[in-house]
Nanobody, 127 residues
Framework: QVQLVESGGGLVQTGGSLRLSCLAS????????MGWFRQTPTKEREFVGC????????HLPDSVKGRFTISRDNVKNTLYLQMSNLKPEDTAVYYC????????????????????WGQGTQVTVSL
């Protein structure tokens, strides 16, 4: 069973950048496809990006494409989300998640496809 711990959140001005990290422990990190989601008090948890086991394949929704980059380092057991040109609507708690699924090319966009979740890290973008 893998444990996930996010870090790197904080307060940033509009147009600024942040890099979130998600450190995995207790499992073989490279065996999990990974994803990032975010949630606000008024919205359901929203898909932000996903990456395949080796990192060869990634997918991000249109809402963040061109501004966010997802990557992983299987030696450091760490997932990353590089966020740039941040907007106030990016304000949310960001969660990383690990999937045990092994079909397709390892890109999973649904919350139900992830078995393990971190505790979240707050990102606040001010005007």
């Amino acid at each position: 069973q893998v444990q996930l711990v996010e870090s790197g959140g904080g307060l940033v001005q509009t147009g600024g950048s942040l890099r979130l990290s998600c450190l995995a422990s207790g499992g073989t990190f490279s065996e999990y496809a990974m994803g990032w989601f975010r949630q606000t008090p008024t919205k359901e948890r929203e898909f932000v990006g996903c990456i395949s086991w080796s990192g060869d394949n990634t997918h991000l929704p249109d809402s963040v494409k061109g501004r966010f980059t997802i990557s992983r380092d299987n030696v450091k057991n760490t997932l990353y989300l590089q966020m740039s040109n941040l907007k106030p609507e990016d304000t949310a708690v960001y969660y990383c998640a690990a999937s045990t699924l092994d079909y397709g090319i390892g890109l999973y966009t649904g919350r139900h496809e992830y078995a393990y979740w971190g505790q979240g890290t707050q990102v606040t973008v001010s005007l």
